[in-house]
């Protein structure tokens, strides 16, 4: 596609449910990136799929975090048994072979625990 | 590992002054260099970027930046604020050591007073 596609905008789910959140990045961009984007907390990254490699998942903040991607295209971030400090707009950013490492961002997923 | 400090989580300025917006990195490599913009209610887009060569780069808007080795710094300038300048900015930064995994600072929101 055109851009980065991110679903679903909004999410208000309740505590102790599971989330899925969707990323469909550029066509043909090798690059996947997660990141959590709390009030006052900046850009925390979660995890970076580049290629065929293995996912760098170093800042995922608890097992309760996962995400995989299919077929080196679409992303799902899933959220397991939600607690209301997950509350933030989730980033989905991907990055081509060429442009110098810069990353084209999706609008965001916010989700809100009840 | 990389890392990004950004000095000042809010700054305020007059229209027509100059606007400093202070980075520090730390990356053991050379580094990629970033400043990325979210204007209210928009995602985020590339401001300006530093790979190699020129250390002052030139982005939309009119803002630059200077990478500074022996700083170890990426300030952000505009020599005279705009009302349209007000936005939250990220430093981030990205080497080959990391895999090219981007980091970014916690943001400086960025207030241009009337």
């Known amino acids: 596609g055109a851009g980065v596609s991110q679903s679903p905008s909004n999410k208000v789910t309740e505590k102790g449910k599971d989330v899925e959140l969707r990323c469909d990045p550029i066509?043909?961009?090798?690059?996947l990136y997660w990141y959590r984007q709390s009030l006052g907390q900046g850009l925390e990254f979660l995890i970076y799929?580049?290629?065929?490699?293995?996912?760098?998942k170093s800042g995922l903040p608890s097992d309760r975090f996962s995400a995989e991607r299919t077929g080196g295209s679409v992303s799902t971030l899933t959220i397991q048994r939600t607690q209301q400090e997950d509350s933030a707009v989730y980033l989905c950013?991907?990055?081509?072979?060429?442009?110098?490492?810069?990353?084209?961002f999706g609008a965001g997923s916010r989700l809100t625990v009840l | 590992a990389q890392s990004v400090t950004q000095l000042g989580s809010h700054v305020s300025v007059s229209e027509g002054a100059l606007v400093l917006l202070r980075c520090n990195y730390s990356?053991?490599?050379?580094?990629?260099l970033f400043w990325y913009v979210q204007y209210p209610n928009q995602g985020l887009q590339l401001l300006l970027k530093?790979?190699?060569?020129?250390?002052l780069v030139k982005g939309i808007n009119g803002f630059e930046a200077e990478f500074k080795k022996s700083e170890t710094s990426f300030h952000l300038t505009k020599p005279s604020a705009h009302m349209s300048d007000a936005a939250e900015y990220f430093c981030?930064?990205?080497?080959?050591?990391?895999?090219?995994?981007?980091?970014f600072g916690a943001g400086t929101r960025l207030f241009v007073k009337a």
């Open positions: 950013a991907s990055r081509g072979e060429s442009g110098a490492n810069v990353l084209t």
């Open positions: 990356s053991s490599v050379p580094p990629y």
């Open positions: 530093y790979t190699t060569g020129a250390t």
């Open positions: 981030a930064v990205s080497d080959r050591a990391g895999g090219f995994k981007t980091i």
């Open positions: 066509s043909g961009h090798t690059a």
């Open positions: 799929f580049q290629g065929n490699s293995a996912p760098d």
